[in-house]
């Protein structure tokens, strides 16, 4: 957990923490060095000189964590023919196979963004011929904690097309102190105005100061041809073990 953002904080708390071992003493706990990580909730650490226990207000030690997340209906291209996540919002359980029937969801295990975290990640977003309508296949919300992760920061929906399906890719970058820098469009294919970005609440979310984000994948009512509704970073086998606060 991460250390009180106010009162008293003890060397023991440190320990727990970070690591290290009795008797310990305030200089074995400089960021970047060999108990402290030098990431987006340490900045407030001293990397040199005076240190104090008040430099530790937020600050966490780090674990590693499965990340990934993907839903897609009949078969999709990669055999990906179940659904991947979590079962509910603003979790960071281990995520496991989900059901891929109609309407299907799966959320994302939460994750903080910023430096020793994520910092950049793509997706892709999909949408097969002969496939029911909907909105919000893909959302992506954010927070203020990893509890509170249930704000839209970006919704996208799926359209309807007889003869031709399409994706969209967007390449999603975050600043140092985890909030968001940019989405941005970087890849179209085939009938790609079939996926719409409905809802940009970027600059909205960066006013807030989220920095922890999750994604949400939903199956169509109704399909003809399968496809992988949300691809990308967090589909990868790479998103198993993602740094995160402890």
Do not use: C
């Not at 340490?42 to 990934?68: E, H, K, Q």
């Not at 009949?74 to 196979?97: L, N």
């Not at 903080?112 to 893909?138: K, L, M, P, R």
């Not at 199956?219 to 402890?246: C, E, M, R």
Request: charged share 5%; no cysteine; net charge neutral.
């Amino acid at each position: 957990m991460a250390l009180p953002d106010s009162g008293q904080i003890s060397i023991s708390q440190l320990r727990t923490n970070f690591g290290g071992s009795a008797p310990d003493g305030l200089g074995e706990y400089y960021r970047a060095g060999a108990n402290v990580p030098d990431n987006a909730l340490n900045v407030a650490v001293p990397s040199v000189g005076a240190i104090s226990l008040s430099d530790f207000y937020s600050s966490a030690g780090t674990t590693t964590r499965d990340i990934r997340v993907w839903m897609a209906y009949q078969f999709a291209a990669g055999g990906y023919t179940s659904g991947f996540g979590v079962t509910s919002q603003s979790s960071t359980a281990a995520p496991s196979t989900i059901s891929n029937g109609a309407n299907a969801v799966a959320w994302q295990p939460v994750f903080h963004a910023g430096t020793g975290f994520i910092t950049g990640a793509s997706i892709t977003i999909s949408q097969n011929e002969d496939v029911s309508a909907y909105n919000n296949n893909v959302v992506l919300y954010g927070g203020t904690s990893s509890s509170t992760v249930t704000n839209v920061v970006a919704a996208w929906n799926a359209g309807y097309n007889g003869s031709t399906g399409g994706a969209r890719g967007y390449s999603i970058s975050w600043n140092s102190d985890g909030t968001i820098n940019s989405i941005t469009n970087t890849s179209n294919t085939y009938n790609y105005g079939i996926i719409t970005w409905a809802i940009d609440n970027v600059s909205a979310a960066n006013s807030a100061g989220y920095k922890w984000f999750g994604f949400k994948a939903t199956n169509p009512p109704s399909w003809s041809k399968g496809a992988l509704v949300l691809g990308g970073t967090f589909t990868a086998s790479s998103s198993a073990s993602i740094t995160q606060p402890s």
